[in-house]
């Protein structure tokens, strides 16, 4: 199975420190993954506008095409202005709504604040839901207290937590290797 990685975002390096660290965790749960990390910040974005998907930039449709034809997600998310970045959810506004469709999602996601937790369950698992993915009842959130100055995350009860998402995540990969997928649509 492919499973992506996704770093939602254009700014910042947390998310994307948490995802090295999931990446390791889920090896040591189940080596024959095929793990890949996708970094938003390698892509100049476009925004979904409506015109034929050729006419997008080739790294957006690379990414697109990452997306769906990956069969696992752990996606990461900096929280902004009490949501998800623009950025991360025009991605999901590119995909076939069955792109992610009984396929096994993990969320990671790192704030400002503590206050901001929630923001994964009512900002982006509904978004999951939609897509009828198969979203772990783990995640992680993360604060800046959590991090060294280079972004390491320092914090035992965090490393355990993002242990204890790997464990059950791979467990979900084996569950959707069994649930039939519906072929979608090629852009
Ligand atoms: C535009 C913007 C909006 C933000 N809004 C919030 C917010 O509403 N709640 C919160 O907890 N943190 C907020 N933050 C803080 C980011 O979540 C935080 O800076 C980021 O996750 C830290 O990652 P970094 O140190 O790698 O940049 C915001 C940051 C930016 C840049």
Do not use: W
């Not at 889920?26 to 506008?49: C, G, M, P, R, W």
């Not at 998310?77 to 025009?90: A, C, D, R």
């Not at 506004?93 to 206050?115: C, E, H, M, W």
């Amino acid at each position: 199975m492919k499973i992506l990685l996704v770093d939602g975002t254009v700014l910042g390096r947390k998310t994307g420190a948490i995802l090295e660290e999931v990446k390791t965790y889920i090896e040591q749960f189940d080596s024959k993954l095929e793990l890949e990390i996708l970094t938003f910040a390698n892509y100049e974005h476009q925004i979904v506008d409506g015109r034929p998907f050729d006419q997008y930039n080739a790294g957006m449709q690379e990414m697109v095409r990452k997306i769906e034809e990956a069969d696992g997600y752990i996606f990461a998310t900096p929280i902004f202005q009490g949501s998800i970045p623009g950025v991360l959810k025009n991605a999901f506004d590119f995909l076939n709504p069955k792109a992610l469709r009984y396929k096994p999602v993990s969320i990671v996601a790192n704030g400002g604040t503590y206050q901001h937790h929630l923001v994964v369950e009512n900002q982006l698992k509904p978004i999951l839901d939609y897509f009828r993915a198969l979203v772990t009842p783990n995640y992680v959130y993360t604060h800046a207290s959590h991090f060294d100055a280079d972004n390491h995350i320092i914090d035992e009860n965090v490393h355990e937590r993002l242990q204890e998402l790997a464990r059950v995540f791979v467990k979900y990969c084996a569950l959707s290797a069994d649930l039939p997928k519906t072929p979608i649509d090629q852009h």
